[in-house]
């Protein structure tokens, strides 16, 4: 079954893709559980290996032997998304039996779902350099079928600023990650904010920040290190891309790959708008510059 893409603008935000202005507005209404583990991220700052990173410690680490990813959509669904077989995401989060269910958006605040703030819902959010999600994001709309129509940009000079405007799927990456910050300092009793660089940086820290917030038997050392292996790369693309048609979902997974790819002159304008909307040294603190 063909699935339609579309692009528009709800609320303030551009959308793109497999989407609908009613998948995103039912996402905004979702009706969950007391239990469910929300997992929120901009697009391209570490979601599929976050999702990985939970599977393993939530559900055990052999259940992410040979997980792929059209395994991984039934076990973690991506609520807003129309997949190709007419399911959306919420029709299969509403099929999940297991306890505690996990569940995914690209959205910001006032989209996404309404629960997670009003019910106070456990909310990991996912932060990343701006450098090197713009970076991802622009091999992605080249490689994703949900977006290759969407890529009308003359080069990655073109992408930058688009990027650099909000003008890609799910806006701004500057107010998107401004907003559920504030969301996360404000709320940290169910908010927690992870960054993709700790994850290569200070993977067995990150793990134990996860672990604890979301109140999960204590992991020993070595379980954390089998959940890194099993996590990794490496071990994550051979899983995924068994199907040609995955490939690019896994990418390099590199920090700072921005230093060698970015036209001169990007990286200041984007250090100048990160500055304007964290302050200086809340954004080293964060490694956004």
């Not at 999600?133 to 890529?151: C, E, G, I, R």
């Not at 070595?222 to 068994?242: F, G, P, W």
């Not at 964290?278 to 954004?283: L, T, V």
Request: charge should be neutral; proline fraction near 5%; include cysteine.
């Amino acid at each position: 079954m063909a699935r339609t893409q579309n692009s528009f603008v709800l609320e303030g935000v551009k959308i793109e893709g497999a989407y609908s202005e009613e998948s995103v507005l039912a996402t905004k209404n979702f009706q969950g559980r007391e239990s469910d583990i929300h997992l929120t991220s901009y697009p391209r700052t570490g979601t599929a290996w976050t999702q990985n990173v939970l599977v393993g410690m939530v559900y055990g680490l052999d259940l992410l032997d040979g997980l792929d990813h059209s395994k991984m959509r039934p076990l973690f669904p991506y609520l807003e998304m129309k997949y190709m077989d007419g399911l959306s995401g919420l029709e299969l989060a509403n099929q999940i039996t297991r306890v505690p269910r996990m569940v995914k958006n690209h959205l910001p605040p006032h989209l996404a779902p309404q629960e997670i703030f009003s019910l106070q819902r456990k909310n990991v959010v996912i932060a990343r350099n701006p450098k090197d999600t713009a970076l991802s994001y622009f091999k992605f709309y080249q490689t994703n079928p949900n977006l290759m129509k969407f890529y009308t940009s003359n080069g990655l000079e073109d992408f930058l600023d688009k990027f650099l405007e909000g003008d890609v799927a799910y806006g701004s990456w500057w107010i998107w990650t401004k907003n559920w910050i504030d969301k996360c300092r404000a709320h940290p009793e169910n908010h927690l904010l992870i960054h993709y660089e700790d994850l290569h940086l200070n993977f067995h820290q990150t793990a134990q920040k996860l672990v604890q917030f979301l109140n999960l038997p204590p992991m020993s050392e070595e379980s954390i290190a089998a959940l890194q292996s099993k996590t990794s790369v490496d071990n994550m693309k051979s899983r995924y891309e068994q199907d040609p048609k995955r490939k690019g979902i896994i990418n390099k997974g590199e920090l700072h790959g921005w230093r060698k790819d970015f036209p001169e002159g990007f990286a200041e304008q984007f250090d100048q708008l990160t500055i304007e909307t964290f302050g200086k040294e809340y954004a080293i603190t964060q490694k956004f510059i």
